[in-house]
């Protein structure tokens, strides 16, 4: 089943689907198809309308091969409102992934991104643009690894539209890691949604799993966040955090973790706190001279930049934290 007749056979997302549970659905416009769709490919397997979206909408295909052993950094640029960029990352490669905005602003956009990671390779994909007034955008990526293999996801978020980004990945070999450290930076009525599905199909894989967020205004921002340990998945480890600083009383979150675990031999955590920001740091700083809105912005600085202080020393982290300097 082609792209156009699946996103058709699966309707307009509704509340009551646990993909779409947090998300203003109501705030998608129906999308116009074209006649015929242009990819040959079976979707028939796949339940994500914004999975679908750019498929059904004819996006340019953009491919990029890496090859065995070698190192590339990359920028990644949708120039339309739709696109899809396939990645296969080689055994034993390095390479990192920046994606930028298309920042013409349009109803809606979507990007989605099949990423291949090869045995052994060490792979960084991340963003952190400018705030922007895109009015709705969807990001989707689906990323399979092989024994061995390590992936990190890293994203800061500042749009003043409505964003969600989802996530498929398949652990499917020994060894295998992928890690996901997000950080909200939202105020208006801004909001930024946020839905994982993190599939352990071998044996010794391992997640991890941290979100921040710091909402102000009438902002919005939800984590849907699953880990799913198969059958056969001896010594998986995962780990779920998601830290919420709320800066006004219009602000708010939803946080929904999922847990299906088919193995007695296996550690995986969640954890979830909300909060202001720390009356007694507060006080400290003003109580030596430090003025409280200098002070507020210490304390919120220092909140975003532990996000990614644990991340090695690459071009995600510099980026990251070069972007949070002026917090």
Same mark, same amino acid.
């Given at each position: 089943?082609?792209?156009? +007749?699946?996103?058709?056979? $699966?309707?307009?997302?509704?509340?009551?689907?646990?993909?779409? =549970?947090?998300?203003?659905?109501?705030?998608?416009?129906?999308?116009?198809?074209?006649?015929?769709?242009?990819?040959?490919?079976?979707? @028939?397997?796949?339940?994500?309308?914004? +999975?679908?979206?750019?498929?059904?909408?004819?996006?340019?295909?953009?491919?990029?091969?890496?090859?065995? !052993?070698?190192?590339?950094?990359?920028?990644?640029?949708?120039?339309?409102?739709? !696109?899809?960029?396939?990645?296969?990352?080689?055994?034993?490669?390095?390479?990192?992934?920046?994606?930028?905005?298309?920042?013409?602003?349009?109803?809606?956009? +979507?990007?989605?991104?099949?990423?291949?990671? %090869?045995?052994?390779?060490?792979?960084?994909?991340?963003?952190?643009?400018?705030?922007?007034?895109?009015?709705?955008?969807?990001?989707?990526?689906?990323?399979?690894?092989?024994? !061995?293999?390590?992936?990190?996801?890293?994203?800061?978020?500042?749009?003043?539209?409505?964003?969600?980004? @989802?996530?498929?990945?398949?652990?499917? %070999?020994? !060894?295998?890691?992928?890690?996901?450290?997000?950080?909200?930076? $939202?105020?208006?009525?801004?909001?930024?949604?946020?839905?994982?599905?993190?599939?352990?199909?071998?044996?010794? =894989? =391992?997640?991890?799993?941290? @979100?921040?967020? $710091? $909402?102000?205004?009438?902002?919005?921002?939800?984590?849907?966040?699953?880990?799913?340990?198969? +059958?056969?998945?001896?010594?998986?480890?995962? %780990?779920?955090?998601?830290?919420?600083?709320?800066? @006004?009383?219009?602000?708010?979150?939803?946080?929904?973790?999922?847990?299906?675990?088919?193995?007695?031999?296996?550690?995986?955590?969640?954890?979830?706190?909300?909060?202001?920001?720390?009356?007694?740091?507060?006080?400290?700083?003003?109580?030596?001279?430090?003025?409280?809105?200098?002070?507020?912005?210490?304390?919120?600085?220092?909140?975003?930049?532990?996000?990614?202080?644990?991340?090695?020393?690459?071009?995600?982290?510099?980026?990251?934290?070069?972007?949070?300097?002026?917090?």
């Amino acid at each position: 089943m082609d792209a156009i +007749a699946r996103i058709k056979q $699966l309707g307009m997302p509704r509340r009551n689907d646990e993909l779409w =549970t947090f998300f203003p659905v109501a705030k998608i416009p129906a999308p116009e198809f074209p006649d015929a769709c242009a990819s040959e490919e079976d979707f @028939s397997g796949e339940t994500d309308f914004a +999975a679908l979206l750019p498929i059904a909408q004819n996006a340019r295909t953009m491919v990029q091969n890496i090859a065995d !052993g070698s190192e590339e950094m990359a920028l990644l640029k949708c120039n339309n409102d739709f !696109g899809r960029t396939i990645l296969n990352v080689g055994k034993g490669a390095k390479a990192s992934f920046e994606i930028l905005d298309n920042k013409v602003a349009h109803s809606v956009s +979507a990007e989605r991104f099949d990423i291949n990671v %090869g045995e052994g390779a060490d792979v960084e994909i991340f963003f952190a643009n400018p705030a922007n007034d895109l009015p709705l955008t969807f990001r989707h990526f689906r990323i399979t690894q092989a024994a !061995g293999s390590q992936v990190r996801f890293s994203s800061i978020e500042r749009g003043n539209g409505i964003s969600r980004v @989802s996530i498929d990945d398949f652990l499917q %070999g020994p !060894g295998a890691h992928f890690e996901v450290r997000t950080l909200n930076m $939202l105020g208006g009525t801004a909001e930024s949604h946020h839905r994982l599905h993190i599939y352990h199909e071998s044996p010794e =894989t =391992t997640s991890t799993q941290l @979100s921040r967020n $710091l $909402l102000d205004g009438s902002s919005r921002a939800s984590y849907d966040g699953s880990v799913i340990v198969g +059958a056969n998945c001896t010594k998986a480890n995962s %780990g779920q955090l998601v830290n919420t600083i709320l800066l @006004s009383e219009d602000s708010s979150v939803s946080v929904k973790p999922v847990l299906k675990i088919y193995h007695d031999d296996v550690e995986c955590t969640h954890g979830n706190t909300v909060g202001e920001l720390d009356a007694e740091q507060m006080f400290y700083l003003v109580s030596r001279g430090i003025p409280k809105e200098a002070a507020k912005k210490m304390l919120m600085a220092s909140f975003a930049k532990e996000t990614f202080y644990p991340l090695p020393d690459t071009p995600a982290k510099k980026r990251l934290l070069q972007t949070l300097e002026n917090v």
